[in-house]
Every structure is written in structure tokens, then in C-alpha cells.
């Protein structure tokens, strides 16, 4: 029975550690409370531990330490597809890895909770880049910031956040080149209706995953901050051989 300070709210979790034989916590992401942690007790019994990357509806409490008390999870259905589809679960997870690095417990991105709800068999690549285009947006770290020139053809390099192109690179001497696969791409990410109807490669999808990874090593001063990332590019470029 739960208890009266108990809430429900729509949620993914979204990553589960062992903590003990049978208790683990879990990372979620919840509509009104963003990102938690859940101490849940008994998540390895019988009935088996809440599965991880479909929504459904969390029940849970405040609990000491900045950790929340597991009541119940429901998985919704209409979602079975997102564990399914492998293609899915592959970006869906590589999302909540950037979400991980981008914000901390009780924050969130309205439009994360609303995308991370719209995964199809035919848009997992578009929405995925499209999600994490948006993390870093809402995080305050989106890059797209045109060469002063107005150029943005040739060699271009992301340098301190900004596009620069090969003819205004002469005093920069570090940076991330980007190659034309992503800079075709990048434009679309600010125009809403053209970025709808866009499709992309893998290759197109491995080149501005990328950039994007190497954008945010760059802002969080890590090296290699989202670990997945380079995993799945490698996968990317197996699947194009």
C-alpha cells in the first residue's frame, strides 16, 4: 500500500545498478520531477526487476540521502517496441547518455520527456540525432554558430563552440574537422519543418554523433565523456563495410 506522500507520474527508468543481492538503484526520468534515483528493495525477486528504456507510470517517495523509495513501475505496452527493435534501444540508451552528462538530479528538458516518446521502426535515426541536437540546446551548449565569413563550405573545423571555416582557420590550430557529411546536416537541426521530412545515412548519423561527442568533451572538459558513443560509432562504421 502506498504511502501518503507517495506520487505517480509518467517516467523512464532507464538504468539499474546492483546495490546489494536483491535491492539496486535505478536512474529515471520522470515528467514533473526530471531526473531521479530509486532505491528499490526487492528489484531482483520472482517477479522480476522494472525493465529499463520503456515508459510507463513510476510510484515512488521521497527517501533519505537524495534518494527516492520504490513503490511500483508500469510498463506501457505501446512501448514493448522500444526493447524490441534493437535499432531503438541502441540510440535510445545513447540519449540518456548524453541526458546523463548534460543535466543534473531534479532537471530536465521539456522536450526530451516529449521526444524520447516518439520512436517509430522508421525514425529511430532522425529522432535520436535530433534528441540529443536538442539536449545540448536546452543545456545551453548548442555550437551552430556560422563562420563570420558567412562561408561554411570546404574544410570546416568546431573550435571554442564555434563553425569556422578553411579560409578563416589560419589563427586556429586545434579543433574537431568536420567533414561534409555533417556539415550538410547541421543546418536542418535549426529548421524545424525541413528537419521533419529529412533523412539521413549512417554515415551522415556517425559523422555528427561525433561532433557532437567531441563538442561535449570539449564543454565538460572530459575526454570521452559519453562512453557509448564510441561503441556504437564503431558499429556504425562495421554495418557500412
Same mark, same amino acid.
Given at each position: 500500500?502506498?504511502?501518503?506522500?507517495?506520487?505517480?507520474?509518467?517516467?523512464?527508468?532507464?538504468?539499474?545498478?546492483?546495490?546489494?543481492?536483491?535491492?539496486?538503484?535505478?536512474?529515471?526520468?520522470?515528467?514533473e520531477h526530471g531526473k531521479i534515483k530509486i532505491?528499490? &528493495?526487492?528489484?531482483?525477486? &520472482?517477479?522480476?526487476?522494472?525493465?529499463?528504456?520503456?515508459?510507463?507510470?513510476?510510484?515512488?517517495?521521497?527517501?533519505?540521502?537524495?534518494?527516492?523509495?520504490?513503490h511500483s513501475f508500469s510498463h506501457n505496452p505501446d512501448y514493448y517496441h522500444y526493447i524490441k527493435?534493437?535499432?531503438?534501444?541502441?540510440?535510445?540508451?545513447?540519449?540518456?547518455?548524453?541526458?546523463?552528462?548534460?543535466?543534473?538530479?531534479?532537471?530536465s528538458s521539456a522536450a526530451f520527456w516529449k521526444l524520447i516518446l516518439k520512436f517509430t521502426d522508421k525514425n529511430y535515426r532522425e529522432l535520436s540525432m535530433y534528441i540529443i541536437y536538442r539536449l545540448l540546446k536546452d543545456a545551453g551548449f548548442w555550437f551552430y554558430h556560422p563562420c563570420a565569413c558567412g562561408k561554411l563550405e570546404g574544410g570546416l573545423t568546431l573550435h571554442n563552440g564555434r563553425i569556422i571555416c578553411e579560409r578563416c582557420n589560419l589563427t586556429v590550430s586545434r579543433g574537431f574537422a568536420i567533414n561534409q557529411e555533417a556539415a550538410r546536416c547541421l543546418p536542418l537541426f535549426e529548421k524545424t519543418e525541413a528537419y521533419r521530412t529529412a533523412k539521413f545515412t549512417s554515415a551522415?548519423?556517425?559523422?555528427?554523433? &561525433?561532433?557532437?561527442?567531441?563538442?561535449?568533451?570539449?564543454?565538460?572538459?572530459?575526454?570521452?565523456?559519453v562512453k557509448s558513443?564510441?561503441?556504437?560509432?564503431?558499429m556504425l562504421t562495421t554495418l557500412q563495410q
Amino acid at each position: 500500500m502506498l504511502d501518503n506522500s507517495a506520487a505517480t507520474e509518467p517516467a523512464v527508468i532507464y538504468r539499474l545498478y546492483p546495490y546489494s543481492d536483491y535491492s539496486a538503484v535505478a536512474s529515471a526520468v520522470t515528467f514533473e520531477h526530471g531526473k531521479i534515483k530509486i532505491f528499490i &528493495k526487492n528489484a531482483y525477486n &520472482k517477479r522480476g526487476s522494472p525493465i529499463c528504456l520503456i515508459p510507463g507510470a513510476l510510484s515512488f517517495s521521497p527517501k533519505n540521502s537524495g534518494l527516492y523509495r520504490f513503490h511500483s513501475f508500469s510498463h506501457n505496452p505501446d512501448y514493448y517496441h522500444y526493447i524490441k527493435n534493437p535499432d531503438i534501444a541502441l540510440r535510445l540508451n545513447l540519449c540518456f547518455d548524453f541526458f546523463d552528462q548534460l543535466f543534473i538530479h531534479g532537471e530536465s528538458s521539456a522536450a526530451f520527456w516529449k521526444l524520447i516518446l516518439k520512436f517509430t521502426d522508421k525514425n529511430y535515426r532522425e529522432l535520436s540525432m535530433y534528441i540529443i541536437y536538442r539536449l545540448l540546446k536546452d543545456a545551453g551548449f548548442w555550437f551552430y554558430h556560422p563562420c563570420a565569413c558567412g562561408k561554411l563550405e570546404g574544410g570546416l573545423t568546431l573550435h571554442n563552440g564555434r563553425i569556422i571555416c578553411e579560409r578563416c582557420n589560419l589563427t586556429v590550430s586545434r579543433g574537431f574537422a568536420i567533414n561534409q557529411e555533417a556539415a550538410r546536416c547541421l543546418p536542418l537541426f535549426e529548421k524545424t519543418e525541413a528537419y521533419r521530412t529529412a533523412k539521413f545515412t549512417s554515415a551522415e548519423e556517425g559523422e555528427v554523433l &561525433k561532433l557532437f561527442g567531441a563538442h561535449l568533451d570539449s564543454v565538460l572538459e572530459k575526454e570521452e565523456a559519453v562512453k557509448s558513443l564510441k561503441v556504437f560509432s564503431n558499429m556504425l562504421t562495421t554495418l557500412q563495410q
